[in-house]
């Protein structure tokens, strides 16, 4: 498998334009269930681009970005002008952070791609005592549209790791990674609106998907405007989500 640091590296504008937000009813649940202020801190770990971290800036949070990845990180320090966020070269294995530091950490569409242990490890570090972790996934709905449907047999037929990768392959260790406490689940919903070359933009987002020069890039692209111009209404197609927000504590 690609190097999950580099994987986006050649992505990072198409994601930055094209991957979906966080349903502001999240900052609520942060509030009621993890006592999240506009005076916490937090260390939103594999920020990308920025999407989560916008969020909790606009909440009055200071939010220690931790992103390896070069491109996805210059995007959010260009895009994110606030002395309140700050963007650090660094892994969630090794976030750089001084101990007990942050009263709470995020992973908004990016926990899948750490080392659990490790992670797990650095998270205990760096929170506050009575600190919490939050894993977040905008979570496609694969069959809740005859549209959506088409788009994950494409995947399918043309994804690169597709069935390797996707996040949903580490469901079952969630409960492990806050074991031995417990976690608490909610979800959201979210949508996005998109005419072709929005759709084609949040299709080539995906590190699954091959790149131009690839020999399945043309046919995945004509494939993707046909299945656009049969399942279009109004001109736009809708990519529908389930936004999942798993939260607890990480006792020793």
Not at 27 to 47: N, Q, R
Not at 157 to 166: A, I, N, Q
Not at 235 to 252: M, Q
Request: proline residues 5%; negative net charge; hydrophobic residues 35%.
């Amino acid at each position: 498998m690609m190097d999950p640091v580099t994987r986006f590296s050649n992505r990072a504008e198409n994601y930055a334009k094209y991957r979906p937000g966080y349903p502001v009813e999240l900052i609520a649940i942060l509030k009621s269930e993890c006592g999240l202020t506009d005076s916490s801190s937090v260390a939103d770990v594999g920020s990308g681009t920025g999407i989560l971290s916008e969020l909790l800036l606009r909440n009055g949070n200071k939010v220690f970005a931790i992103e390896p990845n070069a491109p996805m990180r210059l995007l959010a320090e260009r895009d994110l002008k606030s002395p309140r966020f700050v963007s650090i070269e660094a892994t969630a294995e090794a976030t750089t952070l001084e101990p007990a530091s942050v009263d709470l950490i995020t992973a908004g569409q990016a926990f899948h791609w750490f080392d659990r242990e490790k992670a797990k490890r650095e998270f205990r570090r760096i929170l506050r005592p009575e600190g919490w972790a939050v894993l977040i996934w905008n979570e496609r709905r694969i069959d809740s549209s005859p549209f959506l449907g088409d788009y994950e047999n494409l995947l399918l037929r043309y994804g690169t790791d597709y069935e390797k990768v996707r996040h949903e392959n580490v469901a079952s260790e969630i409960s492990e990674f806050y074991a031995p406490g417990t976690f608490r689940l909610k979800t959201l919903e979210n949508v996005q609106h998109f005419d072709f070359e929005s759709l084609k933009g949040r299709t080539c987002s995906a590190s699954y998907t091959p790149e131009p020069g690839d020999a399945n890039f043309a046919p995945m692209i004509s494939t993707l405007e046909e299945i656009f111009n049969t399942r279009k209404s109004n001109g736009v197609v809708a990519f529908e989500y389930d936004t999942k927000i798993y939260y607890g504590r990480l006792t020793n």
